[in-house]
């Protein structure tokens, strides 16, 4: 099993950042057929051999992620998407 975690510092507002991190989870979802479902200002998503959660905070945005031992072979490159994922909706760190 692979974990991956992410910080993605950004200068956004807490609607602007709460939208934005609605278009990651809406990329990760139809990319991977993940279910989501926002608690405050975690979202939390899962499918078979993945689940983890993308938390809002002021100034950042925190991205984990649980492979099972099937996904976890890919762990690099769905590592670099959601990395390129952050960054394109959240802005340069």
Sequence with gaps: MAE???VHEH???AAQARDA???VADKIAGDYDLACQWEGDVLHFERSGVH???TLRAQQVEMFV???MVMSMFA???E???SENLKA???PA
């Design 11 to 13: 200068h956004l507002s």
């Design 80 to 82: 670099a998407k959601i």
């Design 52 to 54: 983890g959660s993308l």
């Design 76 to 78: 690099p490159s769905i």
């Design 21 to 23: 991190a609605q278009k």
């Design 4 to 6: 991956i975690s992410i």
């Design 89 to 91: 909706v959240f802005g």
């Design 66 to 68: 649980k492979l099972g």
